[in-house]
């Protein structure tokens, strides 16, 4: 496209023009040139003279963008001078790289969190979800950043190769949500036209969407919704009998089309009390709390992820195949560690840990 906005005016400027050295150059034809610009490269058709006094040709339209005798645009030789002059060639590189890269069109920010084994130093104190009220684990949050621009030819999304990055923490919502906010920005969150929030529902995760991405359209987890939706059928089982799977593939269907008003009015054909009306209540404000999160037939429509497995498999991935083996308890320092170099790697980011000391925000 860009290509196509320069070639407009392909540079003839009739059958002569100014040599640049006191003769007239003739008009000889239409060149192609290929010009690297901070988008990528471009083709630009231009209007060539010949001066034969001289023996060289020349395109004024070369001139008027500012690449003649470059192959590169003045906004990516700009780039390229602040590159070379931070740092040493490799690292310049790298820098330009990412620098020139293209803005993808989706931009996808996937949230979780998932609890590490301790020691009981580092649970001392805290309550936990086990019968004895004790805690045994801290919750390490994770963000899964990545990018897709395309569909599968059954029109479901891809995400984009090598487009990932991850950041973790053992510091609290408050904190990861400054974190989620710059890595949301070091990936071109202010400018990529679709940016999507993904999540399981959890009330903190759509906290720090709202306050760090109020802009962004924040999707819950349709595989988490299912699971809610398959107890809470289970919670009205015994009123159901043998229309139990019949009324629940009712329910499924008015979730992929994100009608959840249809959900509510089938719950409240079955008047409760006691114990099964809060447990019923309880399932049902999922839904109604998140309605917004779970328009799915729209999402798809737009071609957007509205599953956020990749973070779930970054739990298991990162933090689960390394420190949740049988009999291991972590420090909170030790286990910070080892999950900053596994989000590295997975993140393609090695090299950022060998050369930078003291690149993790501790935890309290």
């Given at each position: 496209?860009?290509?196509e906005?320069?070639?407009?005016?392909p540079?003839?400027?009739g059958?002569?023009?100014?040599?640049?050295?006191?003769?007239?150059a003739?008009?000889a034809g239409?060149?192609?040139?290929?010009?690297?610009?901070?988008?990528?490269p471009v083709t630009?058709?231009?209007?060539w003279?010949?001066?034969?006094?001289?023996?060289h040709?020349?395109?004024?339209?070369?001139?008027?963008?500012?690449v003649a005798g470059?192959?590169?645009?003045?906004?990516l030789?700009?780039?390229n001078?602040?590159?070379?002059?931070a740092g040493?060639?490799?690292?310049a590189?790298?820098l330009?790289?990412e620098l020139a890269s293209p803005?993808?069109?989706k931009l996808?920010?996937a949230?979780d969190?998932t609890?590490?084994?301790?020691?009981?130093?580092?649970?001392?104190?805290?309550d936990?979800k086990?019968?004895?009220?004790?805690?045994?684990?801290r919750e390490?949050?994770?963000g899964?950043?990545?990018?897709?621009d395309?569909?599968?030819a059954d029109g479901?999304?891809?995400?984009d190769?090598a487009?990932?990055?991850?950041?973790?923490?053992f510091?609290?919502?408050?904190?990861?949500?400054?974190?989620?906010?710059a890595?949301?920005?070091r990936?071109g969150?202010?400018h990529?036209?679709?940016?999507?929030?993904l999540?399981?529902g959890a009330a903190?995760?759509?906290?720090i969407?709202?306050?760090?991405?109020?802009?962004?359209?924040?999707?819950?987890?349709?595989?988490?919704?299912r699971e809610?939706l398959h107890?809470?059928?289970?919670?009205?089982?015994?009123?159901?009998?043998?229309r139990?799977e019949?009324w629940?593939a009712?329910?499924?269907?008015?979730?992929d089309y994100?009608?959840i008003?249809?959900?509510?009015a089938a719950?409240?054909?079955y008047?409760?009390?006691?114990?099964?009306?809060?447990?019923?209540?309880?399932?049902?404000g999922?839904f109604?709390?998140n309605?917004p999160?779970?328009?799915?037939?729209?999402?798809?429509s737009?071609?957007?992820?509205?599953?956020s497995g990749?973070?779930?498999?970054s739990?298991k991935?990162?933090?689960?195949?390394?420190?949740?083996?049988?009999g291991m308890?972590?420090?909170l320092?030790?286990a910070d560690?080892?999950?900053?170099?596994?989000?590295?790697e997975?993140?393609?980011?090695?090299?950022?840990?060998?050369?930078?000391r003291?690149?993790q925000t501790g935890?309290?």
């Amino acid at each position: 496209m860009l290509g196509e906005a320069l070639s407009a005016d392909p540079g003839h400027r009739g059958p002569r023009a100014d040599c640049g050295h006191g003769h007239e150059a003739v008009f000889a034809g239409y060149r192609e040139k290929v010009t690297d610009t901070v988008l990528g490269p471009v083709t630009l058709r231009r209007a060539w003279y010949h001066c034969a006094d001289c023996g060289h040709g020349l395109a004024p339209r070369d001139a008027e963008l500012g690449v003649a005798g470059t192959s590169m645009s003045p906004g990516l030789t700009a780039m390229n001078d602040l590159a070379a002059a931070a740092g040493p060639f490799a690292g310049a590189a790298r820098l330009l790289e990412e620098l020139a890269s293209p803005l993808p069109d989706k931009l996808y920010a996937a949230i979780d969190g998932t609890g590490v084994p301790m020691t009981g130093r580092e649970t001392a104190g805290r309550d936990g979800k086990g019968e004895d009220g004790r805690a045994r684990t801290r919750e390490v949050k994770l963000g899964v950043f990545f990018t897709q621009d395309k569909l599968d030819a059954d029109g479901r999304p891809v995400r984009d190769r090598a487009s990932t990055s991850i950041i973790a923490t053992f510091e609290p919502a408050s904190v990861f949500a400054g974190l989620v906010r710059a890595e949301g920005i070091r990936r071109g969150a202010d400018h990529v036209r679709q940016l999507t929030i993904l999540g399981d529902g959890a009330a903190w995760i759509w906290g720090i969407a709202t306050a760090k991405f109020p802009e962004a359209t924040q999707v819950v987890d349709l595989y988490h919704a299912r699971e809610h939706l398959h107890s809470l059928t289970r919670s009205l089982e015994f009123m159901l009998l043998d229309r139990k799977e019949e009324w629940l593939a009712g329910r499924l269907e008015d979730l992929d089309y994100g009608d959840i008003d249809g959900i509510e009015a089938a719950v409240r054909e079955y008047p409760l009390e006691g114990v099964k009306k809060d447990e019923v209540e309880r399932e049902l404000g999922y839904f109604l709390n998140n309605a917004p999160r779970m328009r799915y037939h729209w999402f798809r429509s737009r071609g957007l992820f509205v599953g956020s497995g990749v973070v779930e498999a970054s739990c298991k991935t990162i933090v689960g195949q390394r420190l949740k083996q049988a009999g291991m308890h972590w420090t909170l320092a030790g286990a910070d560690a080892i999950i900053a170099l596994r989000c590295k790697e997975a993140s393609s980011q090695w090299e950022a840990i060998g050369n930078h000391r003291h690149n993790q925000t501790g935890a309290a």
